[in-house]
């Protein structure tokens, strides 16, 4: 068969939907300046789908520096891969800076998060190693243990009994092949807000020898008391072996790093493929992310804005009744019940008539019946966004409960059925 017919027969999960590729729904564009109100297709909406967590995308002195930095380097310099041509002593001195902020002795750059994690995974273990890692991690994990050639074990999210069974399986193997254990979770989890139970994961060290992995990508700068992630919110930081965090969410960036023990990544810089094999972070970006930093650590009230936020939504929400999970995070998801056909009719009310933007998934991405609606608050975000939105979600649920998005929905707008 022709590979692009076959590609054309099997469009996978998300390119089966395609047909609603309307900017609506799937690759909606949302317009104007970061920032709690924004444009959607000619309307002011009241935006909960960023992860801008501390309000850094629109801050003044973050748009005056990126401005000026691609102003004086452009978004070239330095061209190559860091190992050949791609260094620049500020690239050292964020590493630096980042490593102590999350209170680790040093720290890596990565050009992009997805592919350094990737390539974090790969570089770590090799065929006589075993990984075991959270069934809920996100999709750069999953792809960088599909790269892995030794057993890997999953273990139900968070479920530390499990992990110890896991664990001995592992243990298993490696005594046979003498390969070591990398265990692998999230800080904080991108869809439920759950954190990763890195206390009891820690536990477990004391009877099984491993290295923790933990990609922070959603904790770094809303969790720990100043914002150093999840490890230092649970007081784990020294048995965190690797932690990692992307500059896409609280930094409003791009790139991420991995802080650890400086000989390990002596090591790991030689090594890391999506590092040596692609082009360095800009200095325009790592000049804009060194501002960021600086903000973080010199504003401790962004952060203190964001939980003020967090906890007027998430105990407003429980008030009414609706459930929020077991969230302990930013990362706000109200889970509903209703098939792909209201899903899509609720968010089409949600952004049409209450111009509220924020994202949901419907079954196959979580089970059959069930609809979560994400809300991502941020530092900019007020009370008063929040008592608007409150009473929205009243509505929709009652609107929800009593088969109005069944009845009434517009046909045709089946977000996320397959
Ligand atoms: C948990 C997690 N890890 C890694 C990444 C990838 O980071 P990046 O966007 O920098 O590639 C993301 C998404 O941004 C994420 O949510």
Sequence with gaps: MDLFEKLQANRGP??????????YYMFPMLEGEIAPRMQFKGKTVLTWSLNNYLGLANHPEVRKTDAEAATKYGLGYPMGARM?????????????????????PAGLLLNYGYQGVLSIIDAVVGRKDVIVYDAECHACIIDGVRLHM??????????INNLEVQLKRAEKITKETGGGILVITEGVFGMSGNTGDLKGIV??????????????????????????GTAQHYGVTDAVDLYFATFAKSMASIGGFLASDPKVLDVLKYNLRSQIFAKSLP????????????????????KENLWKVVNALQSGLKEMGLNIGTTKS?????????????????????????????SAVAYPVVPKGTIIVRIIPTAVHTLEDVKQTLKVFETIKEKLHDGVY???GEKGATLLET
Excluded at 14 to 23: C, K, P, R, T, Y
Excluded at 88 to 104: I, R, S
Excluded at 204 to 227: C, I, S
């Design 283 to 302: 200095l325009a970006i790592v000049l804009g992310n060194l501002k960021r930093l600086e903000l973080i650590k010199k504003h401790p009230e962004f």
């Design 14 to 23: 998300l390119g089966s939907i395609s047909h609603i590729d309307d900017n």
């Design 406 to 408: 069944l009845k009434e």
């Design 203 to 228: 536990a477990l060290k004391k009877k099984y020898d491993f290295r923790l992995f933990v990609d922070d990508a959603h904790g770094f700068g809303t969790m720990g008391e100043k914002g150093g």
């Design 330 to 358: 930013p990362v706000t998801p109200v889970v509903l019940s209703g098939d792909p056909y209201e899903a899509a009719n609720l968010m089409k009310d949600l952004r049409s008539n209450y111009n509220i933007f924020c």
């Design 84 to 104: 050949m041509t791609g260094n620049t002593k500020y690239h050292h001195q964020l590493e630096t800076e980042l490593a102590e902020f999350v209170g680790k």
């Design 150 to 159: 030794g057993k890997r074990f999953v273990y139900p999210h968070n479920d």
